[in-house]
């Protein structure tokens, strides 16, 4: 069976600061992999997802994402966070029929 | 294009009650998706339909729960005598098809409270 495992759950950065969240996940078949972001009072939305190729993958609102097999890691990050990112992100992964697995979360907070 | 429809966004039952939960897909998606979020948890997956068939249950409670997707009309969840620990959020997604390569686009929840 598959699992997530987001190592932070809360993380607490200034206004310009660079972000990384941590994303491990262990799967036996083809990996598909995915961020989701749930902005607060709202539904989640995919940031950026890999399925095949390049490894480091570009999504929305300036976040990027580098999967590494080896490390059975798909880490996401953004360079410089604003104030409008707090929210709460997903790491997830799919398995058979598209069910996603999902991490427990990492809820952002960026003080401005 | 109208997104992914859950109504009621807010549900209260008591104990002993049932609750149904709808979840409307995008226009020209037949895969639903029904996901629970217990607090401090993330989303776990409950059960994947296609139209008139449930396609996998495997997260679902074996007892009081159950989910259809009719050929017209909404997918319902329902959950009969509900209990303080029902208490969640319930998402729904759809998708266009099935696969790892179709992302799934989620509505915005309904919120059960068993009081």
């Known amino acids: 069976a598959q699992s997530v495992s987001q190592h932070n759950h809360h993380v607490i950065l200034s206004e310009a600061a660079s972000l990384e969240l941590g994303c491990n996940y262990s799967y036996g078949g083809t990996v598909n992999l995915f961020w989701y972001v749930q902005y607060p009072g709202q539904h989640l939305q995919l940031l950026l997802k890999?399925?095949?190729?390049?490894?480091l993958v570009k999504g929305i609102k300036g976040f990027e994402a580098e999967f590494i097999k080896s490390k059975f890691s798909f880490n996401l990050r953004k360079p410089s966070v604003q104030w409008s990112d707090t929210a709460e992100y997903f790491c997830a992964v799919a398995g058979g029929y598209s069910t996603l697995t999902f991490g427990k979360g990492t809820m952002l907070l960026v003080s401005p | 294009n109208a997104g992914v429809m859950q109504n009621p966004r807010h549900l209260v039952r008591r104990r002993g009650q049932e609750a149904r939960l709808r979840c409307s897909p995008m226009k020209g998606h037949s895969h639903v998706y029904w996901y629970r979020q217990l607090p401090e948890e993330g989303l776990k997956f409950m059960v994947y339909l296609q139209k008139e068939n449930i396609i996998d249950e495997s997260g679902m409670p074996k007892e009081r729960f159950s989910a259809e997707f009719p050929k017209e009309g909404p997918s319902i969840l329902r959950i009969q005598q509900v209990v303080r620990g029902d208490s969640a959020a319930y998402f729904c997604?759809?998708?266009?098809?099935?696969?790892?390569?179709?992302?799934?686009?989620f509505g915005p929840g309904t919120r059960l409270t068993v009081t």
């Open positions: 997604a759809s998708s266009p098809g099935t696969g790892g390569s179709y992302e799934q686009y």
């Open positions: 890999y399925f095949s190729g390049d490894p």
